[in-house]
T-cell receptor, first 115, second 114 residues
Framework: EPEVTQTPSHQVTQMGQEVILRCVPISNHLYFYWYRQILGQKVEFLVSFYNNEISEKSEIFDDQFSVERPDGSNFTLKIRSTKLEDSAMYFC?????????????FGPGTRLTVL | RKEVEQDPGPFNVPEGATVAFNCTYSNSASQSFFWYRQDCRKEPKLLMSVYSSGNEDGRFTAQLNRASQYISLLIRDSKLSDSATYLCVVTARHSSGGGNKLTFGTGTQLKVEL
């Protein structure tokens, strides 16, 4: 399994504030994903990122969300103006190989609490 | 119809029991199939991929029936440490070539008891 860390592990923020969640892979990867899981609900796809651009996004991933790889290493998810319903666990996932069909491995997640 | 459907459980079984989980998926274009395990408030962890020919990994056996769009997971000789939520996951090929998103079921909760 690839090693990946996510920071912070827990973020508490006020409604309307911007948050940036970070995913730090240990080695090079080509395919990145963000998923979220609201407490008690299923894991939901947000966005996939390949070759430094978004390849697919879900309906959840509206204009308030953005992703980037600012330094070629960290992979970030930004929520511009958080809402109460953004409270969830956010997981980044990586593909180990070089083909998109390879298995996805998940980071430990960031718990986002919006007050 | 839900994209991936699972019985939420919980399944409460004694240690040593055999337990089976089922899953159905609605998208006939689904390409890859997995079982992930998720412990409380932790990330999903890959348990095993699922192939049409069926595959086994120790006490775990997975089966796929493409015609019925049905996936199963069998756990033999269950252990206390098997207590977790088991997530049925499918992917479909993305048309424009990026990564394949995972579509999750809601998961089936297993509690193995002494």
């Amino acid at each position: 399994e690839p090693e990946v860390t996510q920071t912070p592990s827990h973020q508490v923020t006020q409604m309307g504030q911007e948050v940036i969640l970070r995913c730090v892979p240990i080695s090079n990867h080509l395919y990145f994903y963000w998923y979220r899981q609201i407490l008690g609900q299923k894991v939901e796809f947000l966005v996939s990122f390949y070759n430094n651009e978004i390849s697919e996004k879900s309906e959840i991933f509206d204009d308030q969300f953005s992703v980037e790889r600012p330094d070629g290493s960290n992979f970030t998810l930004k929520i511009r103006s958080t809402k109460l319903e953004d409270s969830a666990m956010y997981f980044c996932a990586l593909v180990t190989g070089t083909t998109r069909t390879d298995t996805q491995y998940f980071g430990p997640g960031t718990r986002l609490t919006v007050l | 119809r839900k994209e991936v459907e699972q019985d939420p459980g919980p399944f409460n079984v004694p240690e040593g029991a055999t337990v089976a989980f089922n899953c159905t998926y609605s998208n006939s274009a689904s390409q890859s199939f997995f079982w992930y395990r998720q412990d409380c408030r932790k990330e999903p962890k890959l348990l095993m991929s699922v192939y049409s020919s069926g595959n086994e990994d120790g006490r775990f056996t997975a089966q796929l029936n493409r015609a019925s769009q049905y996936i199963s997971l069998l756990i033999r000789d269950s252990k206390l440490s098997d207590s977790a939520t088991y997530l049925c996951v499918v992917t479909a090929r993305h048309s424009s070539g990026g990564g394949n998103k995972l579509t999750f079921g809601t998961g089936t909760q297993l509690k193995v008891e002494l």
